[in-house]
């Protein structure tokens, strides 16, 4: 399993019935959902070239939801997943989540930045 459906297999396991997409969500999605997005990370390439068998991503996630309560308790979710993933992948976050809003679509946005690291 690459690190990447590691990390979609945990969203999608913290957050059950919302929906986890990449980069942007689908047009006319329902909330409560999660979008996430690699941000970049540290190369793990040696000096002598060879393909290393871990990556270090940094990952934003952002929680969309209906109510600031709901889209906290969201967070809270995910924050638990992200952090008990099983050795050998390694989390933090790099932040503390930030809020915003869509005042004109009623929507409640939590975005927080993690390091991840783990198997290719």
Known sequence: ???ESTIVAAL??????????PLLAPDALALPYVLW??????????ISGQVPTE???RV?????AATMAQALQMRDAI???L???PHPVTCRPESEPYATAEAQLGIYILQQDWTITGPR
């Not at 997005?37 to 040696?46: A, E, N, W």
């Open 12 to 21: 999608q396991a913290a957050v059950p019935g919302a929906g986890v997409h």
């Open 79 to 81: 924050e638990a997943a």
């Open 55 to 57: 990556r270090h991503l």
């Open 60 to 64: 934003q996630t952002s929680v969309h």
């Open 83 to 85: 952090l008990g993933l």
């Open 1 to 3: 399993m690459s690190l």
């Open 37 to 46: 997005q690699p941000i970049g990370g540290r190369s793990l390439v040696p």
